[in-house]
């Protein structure tokens, strides 16, 4: 596990060399396909090394849910050990590891009305205004969100709405058994934050000199895309099409795609903050895959 520009996906592609493994994704945008350069999705030279599991599973104009996952990657699990390799979990969609050790609760699925009355809201007063009406009625989730996090406040809210509970106490339910198998769980944290970001810069200027703006213009002739819909909501798509909208120029489609990508990075620490039992490594450290190994070596 570990945030965005961690280096996970080089660990993996390591240890897949020295160990019997096989990589299931743990990405909630990597199931896209194609969704390549703006998920940083690895090329075919590393998946013909390292092949992945729940890559490229799904059109963009559906959606996959942690349940879809946790039932996916447990299906994978029993498969890969039953040929004698480790399953080898690697992603930063931390919702799925917590779906996947934990189990699921019971929350309502979408509601397409619930929905459209959330948008409605934000699109007149604002997405901070529906935040502060989610912090009035779920205090504990509202506290861990953004007030930009769009997609994430839709969710909760309308959890609230069709429960008449919060996401926060729904989610305390655990409605699953512990998984059957002896975990290691690692993590890839960054010691210093500032080169973590500096990593993050120069990777969305890769994916822009790579074809980002392209990628999302070919994307956007499907008539059943939308921006409102999660693949649409990805960090670097989401403002690839605002800017193909005209919504503004260039470097701020720059300058709002590092933004948001620094977020997610920082979601995604809070995240990886609040789970026990992990095993951290700076991500930054030179021989960061030989760490890895070495450690993991003495324990499998």
Known sequence: MGPTASGKTGVAVDLVQRLPCEIISVDSALV???????????DAATLAAAPHHLIDIIDPTLSYSA??????????????????????LVGGTMLYFKALRQGLNDLPPADPATRAAIDAMAAESGWPAVHAELARLDPATAARLNPADAQRIQRALEVCILSGQTMSSLLEKDAAADLPYHVHALALLPGDRAVLHQRIAQRFDIMLAQGLIDEVAQLRRNDALDPSLPSMRCVG??????????????????????????????RQLTWLRGMEGIVAFDCLERNLPAAVFDWLRGRL
């Open 32 to 42: 896209y396909r194609g969704m390549d350069i703006g998920t940083a999705k690895p």
């Open 67 to 88: 349940a879809q996952f946790r039932q996916d990657a447990l299906r994978l699990m029993a498969e890969i050990t039953a040929r004698g390799n480790i399953p080898l």
């Open 237 to 266: 798509y989401r403002q690839a099409w605002q800017y193909l909208d005209g919504e503004f120029d260039l470097p701020e489609l720059r300058e709002k795609g590092i933004a948001a990508t620094r977020q997610l990075a920082k």
